[in-house]
């Protein structure tokens, strides 16, 4: 008897990653979750350098700032509850010092210029169609920074204006790195702060438009929000908010991504990586004891074995 329902997946082979990608996260908090992943198996990687940015929009703004290397001003900047905040970034990255923003803002678009043409891969995770306009200057917010909602125009991003984003995006890429694949995915995270039925149109809208723009330009797409709610179709695989995913989700969606997304090669050095960091983070009963001392000679000649291989790779 068959109880779950599976996604098929396609095996990834020509664009699957390896421990020579570069590879750039950009999107909302479930690219965060994919990209500590990553981190911990030590692949080459760099996620949200703005912070976590939810909607198509901000990403486009974002690539299109950081390949004309946009220098941020202060007239940028706004000042709300006590902290130095810009509409670009996610609140993450605000400060009570506006010239440490600055800073950072601007150290952030040479770094992301300069990732943006060495990626092999760019992974989008698009949360929702849904945004809201500053009103003062009629532009669109990346995070609204707890400023009062009065102060902002509410609205969905129509299936053709996400697709136009989309293409901006891809081309603006494309202009700096023409061999970069970018894959796209939908976040798992239920949005119902907006609404069941708004949700529901939000992730609509951002499934039609990425698949009318990946078959012609090297894209792919990786069916996170399928996932979750066709094979983890149960509360239990929610976080106690009902709306995130937890981390028996997480770990099942990674497996997912790693079957098809990672290359066959690569699985073993991911292995080894693992039996590393778990004795790093192994706490004896007796640190000074004899056999403490053989784990972790042994440990540190599993370490030089993998930095032979992978000089950039560091525990």
Known sequence: MNLQTIVPLKKEVKNSIDYNSKILLLGSCFSENIGDKLNYFKFQTNQNPFGI???????????????????????????????????????????????????????????????????????????????????????????????????????????????????????????????????????????????????????????????SVINANNSSYFPSYEIMMDELRDYRFYAQDMMHPNKTAINYIWERFMETQISDSSKLTMQEIETIQKGISHRPFNKNSEQHQRFLKNLEVKKEKINSLFSFIKF
């Open 53 to 211: 940015l939810f909607h198509p929009k901000a990403i486009e703004n974002l690539v299109t700032n950081a390949i004309n290397k946009k220098k941020y001003l202060p007239e940028d900047l706004i000042f709300q509850n006590e902290r130095w905040h810009c509409f670009d970034a996610h609140s993450s990255l605000s400060s009570a010092d506006k010239n440490e923003l600055l800073a950072n803002l601007n150290s952030a678009i040479t770094a992301t210029n300069k990732k943006l043409k060495e990626a092999t891969h760019v992974i989008i995770t698009l949360g929702t169609s849904w945004v809201y306009r500053f009103i003062e200057t009629d532009a669109i917010v990346a995070n609204c920074h707890k400023i009062p909602q009065k102060k902002f125009l509410k609205k969905l991003l129509s299936v053709d204006e996400i697709t136009k984003s989309l293409k901006t995006t891809i081309a603006l890429l494309k202009s700096v790195n023409k061999n970069v694949h970018i894959l796209f995915t939908i976040s798992p995270v239920r949005h119902l702060k907006d609404g069941f039925t708004e949700n529901m149109q939000s992730k609509s809208h951002l499934i039609t438009a990425i698949h």
